[in-house]
């Protein structure tokens, strides 16, 4: 999750805390733990789709507006305060559920939690229906099997760091310390988000250097 998508979420999420008598009883409208929304409220974490679409209902706001800010503020929330409609939406979520851990299945698709999580919301917002769902699965593994070749070239551009260093420093280090070095500069450069294919931070691999030297 992105640090700018959980502050924005925050904002919208504290909006619709107020008009609740406190966090306690919002968090009990919704059916949620009151240590969970003050995670969501902190903007530490994200909900997943479940949550988002039990506040959404406690709130009578938008889903599109509250998960990511566009749209009237409460351009569906007559469907969503109606018990009926909110149980059918729950109802389309887990036939939805259902169908990504099939395609998943056929297509041998390993997916994260966070992963899983944006293909099902994508799947809810746009109603795919099995096939629909299946196709989506089998774009998505070849963006995963395209990661996977970024994080590659990644880390061989790590590794080829740290060897230059140490070559112009005439300097040798213990396998241990040299893969350590390489572990640590690997994951802050995959920490960098969006851009996982970002050149290697010379800087930082030449300060792991000296500090294990």
Do not use: H
């Not at 409208?29 to 994200?46: E, F, P, V």
């Not at 994260?112 to 809810?124: K, N």
């Amino acid at each position: 999750m992105e640090q700018e998508d959980c502050r924005q979420f925050k904002d919208r999420l504290k909006t619709v805390a107020k008009t609740f008598r406190s966090v306690n009883d919002f968090s009990r409208k919704c059916g949620i733990a009151n240590s969970l929304m003050l995670s969501y409220l902190g903007g530490k974490s994200l909900p997943g789709l479940d949550n988002l679409l039990k506040i959404a209902g406690a709130a009578e706001v938008s889903v599109m507006w509250l998960a990511c800010g566009k749209g009237p503020f409460k351009s569906d929330s007559w469907a969503l305060a109606d018990g009926r409609k909110l149980e059918l939406a729950m109802q389309r979520l887990d036939r939805i559920k259902g169908n990504l851990r099939d395609a998943a299945k056929r297509g041998e698709i390993e997916m994260t939690p966070a992963q899983r999580d944006e293909v099902t919301a994508y799947a809810y917002f746009y109603n795919l229906d099995e096939k629909q769902i299946t196709e989506v699965m089998d774009k998505w593994g070849q963006r995963l099997m395209d990661a996977r070749r970024l994080d590659f070239e990644l880390l061989k551009a790590a590794v080829k760091t740290v060897e230059e260093i140490l070559e112009a420093l005439g300097q040798i280090l213990p396998a241990s310390k040299k893969a350590d070095i390489i572990t640590i500069l690997y994951e802050k450069s995959l920490c960098r988000g969006k851009d996982c294919g970002a050149a290697v931070d010379r800087a930082m691999a030449k300060r792991l250097v000296m500090l294990a030297l």
